[in-house]
């Protein structure tokens, strides 16, 4: 299945979910067995009648290939095991010992258009290098499609990061969860799409692929005030204010005030004012095209310590210092890109997903740590993560998502809702925009995206 709303987990989580299940009776041959069961249905889909070569590794992710040959052979597929290794013990060694198929070593096997790779999962433990990359090297280029056991072999599962060769996949079937790794570093590339079968596991996770929301329509009795006045700091470059303000207008608000020395608005819906009323805003954008000199300086410093829900995107992130927004008594959404976080928070370590964590809980704001996988953090620990369309990496993109999120914020007064519904309409509405979009083609894509969650 698709992976949204699944957990996601570091590798010390996902081995503790693992012996729990073991402490209530689950053997861990059954498991294997249901995570086989699981592969061989993805792989089947996959190769759609088509050869397939099943690589095998030493450990539980070899056993997991073993059992899976198994299956797909006795459902009538073509499969050969290429092994590594060979000193299997426990489960892995049960299901290597099941198979009766044909097996050669990793180096000798033969190229096939479908690859199923269980080399090594969550327990790699030093580079791919040598044979083995070579051998990967071989069988990748001459294959269509790879599918990946539970992560591509040679990404390390928490960070993403490949100090040796990956076995670069297709598709990836992560197992009873998704594992960080495949959110970042180069597991972003090397996972390809993204499946998790939840092999009978419960896992509870506070950190999940963002889901689809639930938006609430207005009441029978809203008017435009309790729907909620978004406003729009404009600045040196007015064109990304513009640009905020008009996703804000068709995120859903009520009202759209837009402040700027430039008059012009975007909509006639939007409103031009000199100054926005503090005590109307249910929530105000500062930041996109603000500038950074010392009037932009003294907005931001005004806003900052004002009673205000706030979103700061853009130059005004570059304005604001962490101890100073962890004392805003009102709620705050930042929405760095990731040079913007490094300046702020410094720079994100191997695992974006802890940084951005630990930025929201040093900032007691909700952190949208935008990239090609987007992480939305908040103070108290939870976390959603999603990964955009990649046509959304064009200027002023991120000035709409900054207006959907305020639009959201005075929708809902609740900020870590209103950060999950921005980036998921910004991510649905890049989708219905097409290839090639350019940021002022998303705004009117926000309604229909909005639609599909009523
Ligand atoms: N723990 C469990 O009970 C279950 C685990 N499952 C599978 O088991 C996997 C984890 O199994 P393991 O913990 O056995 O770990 P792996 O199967 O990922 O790999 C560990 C083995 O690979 C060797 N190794 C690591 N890096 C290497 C390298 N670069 N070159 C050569 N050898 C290397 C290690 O010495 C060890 O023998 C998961 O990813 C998943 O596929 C599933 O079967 C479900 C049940
Ligand atoms: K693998």
Known sequence: MRATDAPILTAAEMRAVEAACFARGTSQAELMECAAAAVAREAARFARGRSILVLGGPGNNGGDAFAAARLLAAAGHDVTVGALGGRWSGAAEAMQAAWRGPTVDLADAPAQPVVVDGLFGIGLSRPIEGEVATAIARLRAAAGFVLAIDIASGLDADTGAAAGAVLRADATLALGAVKRGHLQGEGVAATGALLVDPIGLAVRSEVRMLAQPRIAPPGSDDHKYTRGLVGVVGGAMPGAARLAATAAARGGSGYVVLASADARV?????????????????????????????????????????????????????????????????????????????????????????????????????????????????????????????????????????????????????????????????????????????????????????????
């Open 266 to 454: 975007p909509l006639d819906a939007v409103v031009h004012r000199e100054e926005i009323d503090p005590d109307r805003a249910a929530a105000v954008l500062v930041g996109p095209g603000l500038g950074r000199d010392d009037k932009a300086r003294r907005t931001c410093e005004q806003w900052l310590t004002s009673n205000c829900a706030l979103v700061i995107d853009g130059d005004a992130l570059a304005l604001v210092d962490v101890d100073s927004l962890a004392r805003r008594p009102a709620p705050t959404i930042l929405t760095p890109h990731a040079g913007e976080f490094a300046r702020l928070f410094g720079p994100p370590a191997g695992d974006r997903i802890a940084a951005a964590l630990e930025a929201a809980r040093r900032s007691k704001a909700i952190v949208v740590l935008k990239g090609a996988a987007t992480v939305i953090a908040a103070p108290d620990g939870s976390a959603r993560v999603v990964q955009p369309p990649a046509w959304l990496s064009t200027a002023g993109t991120g000035d709409v998502l900054a207006g959907l999120v305020a639009a959201r914020l005075a929708a809902t007064r609740a900020p870590m809702r209103a950060a999950c519904e921005a980036v998921w309409l910004h991510a649905r509405a890049a989708r219905l925009a097409g290839p090639a979009l350019v940021a002022d083609d998303l705004p009117m894509h926000i309604p229909h995206a909005i639609a599909e969650c009523l």
